[in-house]
């Protein structure tokens, strides 16, 4: 690609500094107040940074350091750097879950960059939603864009036994309500996860979304591997400052780096890291923000071609501390060999081929071979049927494979609170062979289609030694998850969908191979429960959260607002595209 490198007056920023009015006066006066003389930005490229540090949020505690770095390198590319703080969605922290306002930050950031100078963007999250957030907005506004990504944080370490985020937490909880560990043992895991800034180290959500931001194209090659701590991170973040300067002036843009070849790389990205089930939801919002129509049924065409390479817990065993060690994501994508399409051009400038031509493995059992992958096929299943009939997801390699083709006895929770009160009753009529079913937790019901997929296991159960069940929810799954759990059910149970039909003590059966997901009850039975089902009361009545029950999509359709699509096709509100950047 060669585009004509622009010059100082086609500068969008130069609307608000360059010309000689009244209103650029008052940019330029405010600008000398804030202590710039007009050589220091005149003529030059104004990068937003659109930082996520916040105090609340542990995974991104380096941006503000990190934040300095980017300055300085574009500075030193002649850039005119200006911060601005967006919403920070801190996993841990913020309810009813973060991917309720997933949306709302990927319209900060497009409104943000809509309405000031900014030329070119630097884009730093890490911590789950952050990333497709970012990424959606920036694809919407299609100005010139860099991502910078968190990093994963150290290795957990308690006791000599490494811990990974959230599978560990699980494991251990599991444990300890099984009484195998003590509180003691409890508190030295609680102590020993999270040793240092950076996102979680296990191919969690985050170090998926990261990974696939590289892949994509929008990160600089190598950064998403790199741990948050490591001194190459830093040096990451300055080259990043200077290369989206020199963006800039060539204008390359969102729209000259996703295409159709590159999301397939990037969801082909996610299979091969065995990695997080919601990677699936935020591909296909980034994917349709391009105007690519991804689908369930082509994200598992994919899936059923694509080898598990990365040997990272929840699936396999090492961290993402040691898959950087082992050569990192550019080795893996190496190793993927003709799955991957090496034409397609990056933020450096040049393609994903030229990019990754010098990569190695350093650790085979890490990264594995081709030719001997840690599983063949089987890093994600779409499944379908008469309780999904617009797909559910399950990740077949977390779930223990005597699972795989199961029919047993629903057990019905009504909505997370239900469960919460019933799960440990002894009274629950419920043995290992059952299938525990949550209705009511999808993107409206929940609402957000909050992380609550891993559906405990009752402890009475747990006490056998039993550690997975089959689970069924409309809900989604922290990709530090495991077990057999079915999620993404569409349409959700909370707008009528037939999984809100589903009762005590129906048969459900799952066949993963054959990728079927049904209840096992005739299809007139399923009309008369539909005629006497009632709509619940709408969640909200004002404020963003009635906005998103009016907008948001379904799961298969990647959660976005109707009216945020390419072109607004779909919105309640006629749609219409958006007014031209000046
Ligand atoms: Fe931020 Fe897991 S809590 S990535």
């Given at each position: 690609?060669?585009?004509?490198?622009?010059?100082?007056?086609?500068?969008?920023?130069h609307?608000?500094y360059g010309?000689?009015?009244?209103r650029?006066?008052?940019?330029?006066?405010?600008?000398?107040?804030m202590?710039?003389d007009?050589?220091?930005?005149?003529?030059?490229?104004?990068?937003?940074?659109?930082?996520?540090?916040?105090?609340?949020?542990?995974?991104?505690?380096?941006?503000?350091?990190?934040?300095?770095?980017?300055?300085?390198?574009?500075?030193?590319?002649?850039?005119?750097?200006?911060?601005?703080?967006?919403?920070?969605?801190?996993e841990?922290?913020?309810?009813?879950?973060?991917?309720?306002?997933?949306?709302?930050?990927?319209?900060?950031?497009?409104?943000?960059?809509?309405?000031?100078?900014?030329?070119?963007?630097?884009?730093?999250?890490?911590?789950?939603?952050?990333?497709?957030?970012l990424?959606?907005?920036?694809?919407?506004?299609?100005?010139?864009?860099i991502?910078?990504?968190?990093?994963?944080?150290?290795?957990?370490?308690?006791?000599?036994?490494?811990?990974?985020s959230?599978?560990?937490?699980?494991?251990?909880?599991?444990?300890?309500?099984?009484?195998?560990?003590?509180?003691?043992?409890?508190?030295?895991?609680?102590?020993?996860?999270?040793?240092?800034?950076?996102?979680?180290?296990?191919?969690?959500?985050a170090?998926?979304?990261?990974?696939?931001?590289?892949?994509?194209?929008?990160?600089?090659?190598?950064?998403?591997?790199?741990?948050?701590?490591?001194?190459?991170?830093?040096?990451?973040?300055?080259r990043?400052?200077?290369?989206?300067?020199?963006?800039?002036?060539?204008?390359?843009?969102?729209s000259?780096?996703?295409?159709?070849k590159?999301?397939?790389?990037?969801?082909?990205?996610c299979l091969?890291?065995?990695?997080?089930s919601?990677?699936?939801?935020?591909?296909?919002?980034?994917?349709?923000?391009?105007?690519?129509?991804?689908?369930?049924?082509?994200?598992?065409d994919?899936a059923?071609?694509?080898?598990?390479?990365?040997?990272?817990?929840?699936?396999?065993?090492?961290?993402?501390?040691?898959?950087?060690y082992?050569?990192?994501?550019?080795?893996?994508?190496?190793?993927?060999?003709?799955?991957?399409?090496?034409?397609?051009?990056?933020?450096?400038?040049?393609?994903?081929?030229?990019?990754?031509?010098?990569?190695?493995?350093?650790?085979?059992?890490?990264i594995?071979?081709r030719?001997?992958?840690l599983?063949?096929?089987?890093?994600?299943?779409?499944l379908?049927?008469?309780?999904?009939?617009?797909?559910?997801?399950?990740?077949?390699?977390?779930?223990?494979?005597?699972?795989?083709?199961?029919?047993?006895?629903a057990?019905?929770?009504?909505?997370?609170?239900?469960?919460?009160?019933?799960?440990?009753?002894?009274?629950?009529?419920?043995?290992?062979?059952?299938?525990?079913?949550?209705?009511?937790?999808?993107?409206?019901g929940?609402?957000?289609?909050?992380?609550?997929?891993?559906?405990?296991?009752?402890?009475?159960?747990?006490?056998?030694g039993?550690?997975?069940?089959?689970?069924?929810?409309?809900?989604?799954?922290?990709?530090?998850?495991?077990?057999?759990?079915?999620?993404?059910?569409?349409?959700?149970?909370?707008?009528?969908?037939?999984?809100?039909?589903?009762?005590d003590?129906?048969?459900?059966?799952?066949?993963?191979?054959?990728?079927?997901?049904?209840?096992?009850?005739?299809?007139?039975?399923?009309?008369?429960?539909?005629?006497?089902w009632?709509?619940?009361?709408?969640?909200?009545?004002?404020?963003?959260?009635?906005?998103?029950?009016?907008?948001?999509?379904?799961?298969?359709?990647?959660?976005?607002?109707?009216?945020?699509?390419r072109?607004?096709?779909?919105?309640?509100?006629?749609?219409?595209?958006?007014?031209?950047?000046?």
């Amino acid at each position: 690609m060669s585009k004509k490198r622009k010059t100082p007056e086609e500068l969008r920023s130069h609307r608000w500094y360059g010309v000689n009015d009244l209103r650029s006066f008052g940019h330029r006066s405010r600008t000398a107040q804030m202590g710039y003389d007009r050589e220091e930005y005149a003529g030059k490229p104004v990068i937003a940074i659109l930082n996520t540090w916040s105090e609340i949020n542990p995974c991104h505690t380096h941006f503000k350091e990190r934040v300095e770095e980017v300055k300085r390198g574009i500075w030193q590319a002649g850039g005119f750097p200006v911060e601005l703080p967006v919403q920070t969605l801190s996993e841990p922290f913020q309810k009813p879950t973060t991917m309720l306002y997933r949306n709302f930050l990927a319209m900060e950031a497009e409104e943000t960059l809509r309405s000031y100078p900014a030329d070119g963007v630097v884009l730093m999250g890490g911590c789950d939603k952050t990333t497709p957030a970012l990424l959606m907005g920036a694809i919407s506004v299609d100005l010139p864009a860099i991502f910078l990504p968190a990093g994963p944080m150290l290795n957990g370490n308690w006791n000599g036994v490494t811990l990974g985020s959230g599978s560990d937490t699980w494991k251990y909880w599991a444990d300890l309500r099984a009484g195998k560990i003590t509180e003691q043992d409890w508190k030295g895991v609680e102590g020993g996860i999270a040793r240092s800034p950076g996102h979680c180290m296990t191919m969690g959500t985050a170090s998926t979304m990261t990974s696939a931001a590289e892949a994509l194209g929008f990160t600089l090659p190598g950064y998403a591997s790199i741990p948050a701590v490591d001194s190459r991170h830093a040096q990451f973040a300055a080259r990043t400052g200077r290369r989206i300067v020199d963006m800039v002036w060539e204008d390359l843009k969102p729209s000259d780096i996703i295409t159709r070849k590159s999301v397939d790389n990037a969801v082909t990205t996610c299979l091969a890291l065995s990695g997080s089930s919601n990677a699936i939801v935020h591909m296909i919002a980034l994917a349709r923000r391009a105007g690519v129509d991804l689908t369930l049924a082509q994200y598992d065409d994919i899936a059923r071609r694509t080898p598990v390479l990365a040997n990272i817990r929840p699936t396999g065993k090492f961290l993402m501390e040691d898959f950087f060690y082992a050569g990192g994501l550019m080795a893996m994508l190496k190793e993927l060999g003709d799955l991957i399409d090496g034409t397609q051009l990056t933020v450096n400038g040049k393609t994903l081929g030229e990019n990754i031509a010098e990569a190695r493995i350093f650790n085979d059992d890490v990264i594995r071979r081709r030719t001997n992958p840690l599983m063949r096929d089987t890093g994600l299943a779409v499944l379908r049927g008469n309780i999904a009939p617009d797909g559910a997801v399950i990740k077949p390699g977390a779930a223990e494979p005597h699972l795989h083709v199961h029919t047993g006895r629903a057990v019905v929770f009504k909505d997370y609170n239900d469960m919460a009160a019933r799960v440990d009753s002894e009274e629950l009529d419920i043995d290992e062979n059952c299938v525990i079913v949550l209705q009511h937790a999808g993107p409206i019901g929940a609402p957000g289609m909050p992380e609550w997929g891993q559906l405990p296991i009752p402890q009475k159960i747990l006490k056998k030694g039993v550690r997975d069940m089959v689970r069924i929810s409309d809900a989604r799954m922290s990709g530090t998850s495991y077990g057999a759990c079915v999620l993404h059910v569409a349409p959700e149970s909370f707008v009528g969908g037939p999984f809100a039909l589903v009762q005590d003590g129906d048969m459900i059966e799952l066949n993963v191979p054959e990728r079927r997901l049904n209840v096992l009850v005739s299809d007139e039975e399923l009309v008369r429960r539909k005629a006497s089902w009632v709509a619940p009361e709408p969640r909200f009545t004002r404020g963003y959260g009635a906005m998103h029950q009016m907008h948001v999509m379904q799961a298969d359709k990647g959660c976005d607002f109707d009216f945020l699509q390419r072109d607004g096709a779909g919105c309640s509100c006629g749609g219409g595209g958006e007014p031209e950047i000046h």
